[in-house]
């Protein structure tokens, strides 16, 4: 038995995030429950029921910078074997941001070439933002 669980080491404010969980040789579906805390304070959760393997989504809310604790844990009825695994790791929040991609027209140049780019800007949803970068 075990278990693997794949997450962000940042997680973006204001964006559903994806929590990979794998559960191995499972014979049961699992309850998996997940809670990003700050300070001490749950400020999002969520869960799902995996059978060997699932993706939970976890709403963050917006506003949030710094660091967090994100708790996983899996369980299923109590009267057969109760907590199956339950494990925190560290987060970093930041807040949502953009992104700049740069795109030439050829993938390598000889000296004194002329050098054609395109730049633009995405969210980190990756959706274009209105504004023309020059």
Not at 60 to 68: D, I, N
Not at 106 to 124: A, D, G, H, R
Request: proline share 4%.
């Amino acid at each position: 038995r075990g278990y693997l669980i794949a997450a962000p080491s940042v997680f973006r404010s204001g964006v559903e995030e994806a929590i990979s969980v794998t559960i191995f040789n499972s014979a049961k579906e699992t309850t998996v429950q997940i809670q990003l805390v700050v300070k001490g304070e749950t400020v999002s959760r969520s869960h799902g029921t995996v059978l060997d393997k699932g993706t939970i989504k976890l709403k963050v809310p917006p506003g949030l910078r710094g660091q967090a604790h994100l708790k996983v844990w899996g369980n299923r009825h109590l009267a057969e074997e109760g907590h199956i695994f339950h494990n925190y790791t560290t987060v970093t929040i930041d807040s949502k941001g953009s992104s700049v991609f740069i795109q030439t027209d050829k993938p390598v140049y000889k000296p004194k070439q002329k050098v054609l780019i395109n730049l633009f800007m995405v969210t980190s949803d990756l959706r274009p933002v209105n504004d023309r970068v020059k």
